[in-house]
């Protein structure tokens, strides 16, 4: 079982910066044993992928729209997930989500949400123009 809390949403202005926290408890598994990804949702549509983290961290996936501008990084020993968000568009507007993905692949990261069982509760960011 996996909980995650999500943090550090807020209101930006275009250009700036967030970053996000997720704070991970489990039992059982470390979370080591979880590759980890970053969502986000605006109202009227899917829940998209913006990154992933593999377990140890060694491979990390992004998507187009935030290639360059968001980077996503773990710190197993203190069971966090981050994102550093830069540069923001109004189009990153969204509630950001964080998820596990329990895998022994220690390389994988997957884009698919059915594919993590675990989800946080989600945090609002809003860039304003």
């Known amino acids: 079982q996996v909980q995650l809390v999500e943090s550090g949403g807020g209101l930006v202005q275009a250009g700036g910066s967030l970053r996000l926290s997720c704070a991970a408890s489990t039992s059982g598994r470390p979370l080591s044993s979880y590759a980890m990804g970053w969502f986000r949702q605006t109202p009227g549509k899917e829940r998209e992928f913006v990154a992933g983290?593999?377990?140890?961290?060694?491979?990390?996936y992004y998507a187009d729209s935030v290639k360059g501008r968001f980077t996503i990084s773990r710190d197993n020993a203190k069971n966090t997930v981050y994102l550093q968000m830069n540069s923001l568009k109004p189009e990153d507007t969204a509630v950001y989500y964080c998820?596990?993905?329990?895998?022994?692949?220690?390389?994988?990261?997957?884009?698919?949400?059915?594919?993590?069982?675990?989800w946080g509760q989600g945090t609002q960011v809003t860039v304003s123009s």
């Open positions: 998820a596990a993905d329990y895998t022994p692949l220690t390389m994988r990261v997957t884009t698919l949400p059915a594919e993590y069982e675990y």
């Open positions: 983290i593999s377990r140890s961290g060694g491979r990390t």
